[in-house]
């Protein structure tokens, strides 16, 4: 399933580069593209990775984060020749004037991979490492190969576009007022974060086994099965009513349980699986099977997280989230030399993970897949902080550059025209990350259906924050800041 995602996506990512940048273009793009999936999965297989479910979203993910950079170079070259110069001259400026957006972006994706891989364990550091791999990838082929493709077609005094008539015109002149419109998306964001608070308040979360300790055995029946038969089968066995969820289809069930947890030997382990057999067995839900039938056929996946574990997973995950956030406010701090863009970033990135999280705390036991607070989770809320200020991050890098082109205008007609001026780049970069996602989200298999559905809620919301918050909450701060020092001084 996991390749099946890997296949679908990486054909949408084409189809669409191809759709909305030219036959030329985009198939430079797409050129990139291919050779960027070649050298990652030649990295990671020269080093030994371990190529884990996580590991495959990883390189997804990875593919739609790889034709930012081609984005924002084309969005460049095309607004060099809308300018008056000439294709070859638009290419070379255009590929300048992107460097700056595309390392600051990339990099700030990169810490929160670091952190990632730092903190996180087992499958999650295989996601961190091919996030990592695919993004020192991607800046190579985007950056390197595609100049050199357009420098052999220039070369040759082949035409090069960079648009389709579909498509040359969508997002290029609007003129939305988002300073004026400010408190209308903040009243909307503090809705959001609300309505998350009080359902982590209210509901609470619905924590995996990482977090809570404990047993877990995935089962496959013959036939579909009850949730609430399960439990009730199981309760006396093992004293408690253990936590049963259906996993994929309903002949498939995951089983938790907390029995003799603190005890941590293989007896133990055994015993447990025993009793887990006896109980179905007795309820007649495997019929007339052998304990090692049931073990070999049945029996799909075995996890244990003793409650010490669980308790470092459970640190780990908060200081890697606050780590995260410390480091890339500190980098936009010594990029932007402001803190008011660190600030405006920093609160931007607590949005997306609180509305993140508050998506799982409301709609946990509503849907028909598994919304577990556990390690891919963080995972993902971690991706999301990483992906989102890569947004952010461009649209203050353009807004500096039109600060320092017209130091006449006003701050907030400057940030307007930046911010309308990247409309393209974000709807083309957020588009087909989502595609991606939605593509792991229907064919990437049931294991990871949380993770991903935790991406795809992140990712949106971020898109909307760096637009509609990141900077309004930047023009605030500095605002407010000059209204106290005139203060100040008057006093």
């Known amino acids: 399933?996991?390749?099946?995602?890997?296949?679908?996506?990486?054909?949408?990512?084409?189809?669409?580069?191809?759709?909305?940048?030219?036959?030329?273009?985009?198939?430079?793009?797409?050129?990139?593209?291919?050779?960027?999936?070649?050298?990652?999965?030649?990295?990671?297989?020269?080093?030994?990775?371990?190529?884990?479910?996580?590991?495959?979203?990883g390189i997804v993910l990875t593919m739609g984060m790889a034709v930012d950079a081609n984005v924002l170079i084309y969005e460049r070259i095309e607004e060099e020749v809308m300018?008056?110069?000439?294709?070859?001259?638009?290419?070379?400026?255009?590929?300048?004037?992107?460097?700056?957006?595309?390392?600051?972006?990339?990099?700030?994706?990169?810490?929160?991979?670091?952190?990632?891989?730092?903190?996180?364990?087992?499958?999650?550091?295989?996601?961190?490492?091919?996030?990592i791999i695919g993004i020192l990838t991607s800046l190579f082929t985007s950056i390197f190969i595609t100049r050199l493709i357009f420098e052999r077609q220039?070369?040759?005094?082949?035409?090069?576009?960079f648009t389709t008539k579909n498509t040359k015109n969508w997002l290029r002149h609007v003129k939305i007022p988002f300073i004026e419109k400010r408190k209308v998306f903040y009243t909307l964001s503090g809705i959001m974060i609300t309505a998350s608070i009080i359902s982590f308040a209210v509901r609470g979360f619905d924590k995996g086994i990482d977090f809570k300790g404990g047993r877990t055995f995935?089962?496959?029946?013959?036939?579909?099965?009850?949730?609430?038969?399960?439990?009730?089968?199981?309760?006396?066995?093992?004293?408690?009513?253990?936590?049963?969820?259906?996993?994929?289809?309903?002949?498939?069930?995951?089983?938790?349980?907390?029995?003799?947890?603190?005890?941590?030997?293989?007896?133990?382990?055994?015993?447990?699986?025993?009793l887990l057999y006896q109980g179905?067995?007795?309820?007649?839900?495997?019929?007339?099977?052998?304990?090692d039938t049931f073990s070999k056929v049945n029996l799909q996946s075995t996890q244990k997280v003793g409650p010490t574990i669980s308790d470092k997973l459970t640190?780990?995950?908060?200081?890697?989230?606050?780590?995260?956030?410390?480091?890339?406010?500190?980098?936009?701090?010594?990029?932007?030399?402001?803190?008011?863009?660190?600030?405006?970033?920093?609160?931007?990135?607590a949005h997306d993970a609180i509305i993140t999280m508050g998506a799982f705390s409301l709609l946990y036991g509503f849907l028909?897949?598994?919304?577990?607070?556990?390690?891919?989770?963080?995972?993902?809320?971690?991706?999301?902080?990483?992906?989102?200020?890569n947004d952010t991050v461009i649209i203050y890098d353009r807004i500096r550059e039109y600060r320092h082109l017209y130091p006449k205008r006003g701050l907030a007609e400057t940030m307007d025209h930046a911010m309308n001026s990247t409309l393209r780049r974000t709807f083309s970069t957020s588009l087909t990350v989502l595609i991606v996602l939605v593509a792991i989200f229907i064919?990437?298999?049931?294991?990871?259906?949380?993770?991903?559905?935790?991406?795809?809620?992140?990712?949106g919301v971020g898109t909307y924050s760096s637009v509609f918050n990141a900077a309004p909450i930047v023009y605030d701060t500095i605002v407010h800041s000059k209204r106290f020092k005139k203060d100040k001084l008057s006093a």
């Open 280 to 291: 179905l067995k007795k309820a007649n839900y495997i019929g007339d099977v052998s304990a």
């Open 1 to 57: 399933s996991g390749f099946y995602s890997f296949a679908i996506a990486f054909l949408l990512v084409l189809g669409y580069m191809l759709f909305f940048y030219s036959r030329k273009a985009g198939g430079a793009a797409n050129v990139a593209l291919i050779v960027n999936v070649f050298f990652l999965i030649g990295v990671l297989a020269s080093i030994g990775a371990v190529l884990t479910l996580p590991g495959i979203a």
């Open 218 to 274: 995935v089962v496959r029946f013959d036939k579909d099965v009850r949730v609430d038969d399960i439990k009730n089968a199981l309760a006396p066995i093992f004293n408690s009513t253990p936590d049963v969820k259906t996993y994929g289809n309903n002949n498939q069930v995951r089983i938790t349980t907390g029995y003799k947890i603190e005890e941590n030997t293989a007896d133990v382990d055994n015993e447990v699986e025993e």
């Open 443 to 459: 064919f990437g298999g049931t294991s990871i259906k949380g993770f991903t559905f935790a991406l795809l809620i992140g990712i």
């Open 83 to 131: 300018a008056g110069k000439s294709v070859r001259m638009a290419v070379f400026d255009g590929f300048n004037a992107a460097y700056s957006a595309i390392i600051d972006g990339q990099v700030t994706t990169l810490l929160t991979g670091i952190v990632l891989y730092i903190f996180g364990s087992g499958p999650i550091r295989g996601f961190a490492t091919t996030l």
């Open 368 to 389: 028909p897949f598994s919304l577990e607070i556990d390690q891919a989770f963080i995972a993902a809320v971690l991706t999301v902080i990483g992906y989102s200020i």
């Open 154 to 161: 220039l070369a040759k005094n082949k035409e090069i576009t």
């Open 315 to 349: 640190r780990d995950a908060i200081l890697a989230v606050l780590f995260s956030l410390v480091l890339i406010f500190l980098y936009i701090l010594v990029r932007f030399d402001s803190w008011h863009y660190g600030l405006g970033g920093v609160i931007s990135l």
